[in-house]
């Protein structure tokens, strides 16, 4: 199927795409990879009238560490991620693109689209919740960095105003013993349910979990479920986990089979992040 009838219009700077965003509002959305936009609007799930490509604007595709800090620009693929060489801080970033739908979508898709596209299982939002990631947007009023545990409000929805547009995401901190599995029917499939988890958060783990809910959920883990010290500590945290997630039937999988993946992902995600 061919999308609706659209203007193009190809940004040269951020200044310029926050210009046209402002200009035709809610007629407009900002393409930069194509990978979700444009089987949305062949499906006619997104009609804009006007596309606004970012896909050239220079500056948007560096990964630069300043400090214990990553920059992640919005443009970076997430093959590109995949391929770098991120040091054991943040080889967590490389290790989960393998997750990331097909080796085509990754060259193409970028970090910016997952996160404003904002799939409850994309791989990229539970990253940046799980590590404190800041999501730093342009606007008619200059730029903001948002909280990602404050940046998802639901299913393909997020704080982002309609003349705003993410430029980069923001990892504050090292995160070598951090770790993201899942499980789909088919390789390259989003995912039925994802665990990340941060071994390295404090007083307890950070666990992430994807599918779970419309927007990746943070599980507040009470300290009494954590001794670091037992042997079977990581099963013990996934079936804390597992009994404690709010599951609903609903959809193509139950709330008991969810549950049991969350059980397993959870135990292998810390044993990954262990290792
Ligand atoms: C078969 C298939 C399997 C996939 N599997 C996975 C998977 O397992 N995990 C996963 O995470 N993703 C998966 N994807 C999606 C893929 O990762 C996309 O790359 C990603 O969702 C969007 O990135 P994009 O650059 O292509 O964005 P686009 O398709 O260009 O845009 C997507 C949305 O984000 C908005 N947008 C894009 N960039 C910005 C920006 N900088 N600022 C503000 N808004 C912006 C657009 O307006 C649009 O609403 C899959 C896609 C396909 C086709």
Not at 130 to 149: E, F, K, T, W
Request: a negative charge.
């Amino acid at each position: 199927m061919k999308p609706a009838r659209f203007a193009y219009h190809r940004a040269a700077t951020v200044a310029s795409a926050v210009e046209l965003l402002e200009e035709f509002g809610d007629d407009a959305k900002v393409i930069a990879g194509g990978q979700s936009l444009t089987a949305m609007m062949a499906f006619r799930l997104a009609r804009p009238e006007h596309l606004v490509d970012i896909a050239h604007i220079d500056g948007l595709s560096e990964i630069r560490r300043d400090g214990d800090t990553l920059h992640i620009g919005a443009l970076v693929t997430h093959h590109a991620v995949e391929r770098a060489d991120l040091g054991p801080d943040f080889a967590v970033l490389s290790r989960t693109m393998r997750w990331v739908g097909h080796l085509p979508i990754r060259t193409r898709g970028t970090v910016g689209g997952s996160l404003a596209h904002a799939d409850a299982t994309a791989e990229w939002c539970s990253l940046a919740v799980l590590l404190g990631a800041d999501i730093v947007v342009a606007g008619p009023s200059g730029r903001r960095a948002v909280p990602a545990a404050d940046f998802f409000l639901g299913p393909y929805t997020t704080v982002l105003e309609p003349a705003e547009m993410i430029v980069e995401v923001v990892f504050p901190r090292p995160a070598p013993h951090a770790a993201l599995t899942e499980f789909a029917e088919r390789q390259g499939d989003f995912a039925i349910v994802s665990a990340a988890v941060d071994l390295d958060g404090a007083p307890h783990p950070t666990v992430v979990l994807g599918g779970v809910a419309g927007t990746p959920v943070s599980v507040e883990i009470d300290p009494g479920n954590w001794d670091p010290e037992a042997p079977s500590r990581f099963g013990d945290l996934a079936d804390w986990v597992a009994a404690a997630v709010d599951l609903r039937d609903g959809g193509d999988y139950s709330a008991h089979y969810r549950r049991g993946l969350v059980r397993t992902l959870v135990q292998r995600a810390c044993e990954e992040a262990a290792a």
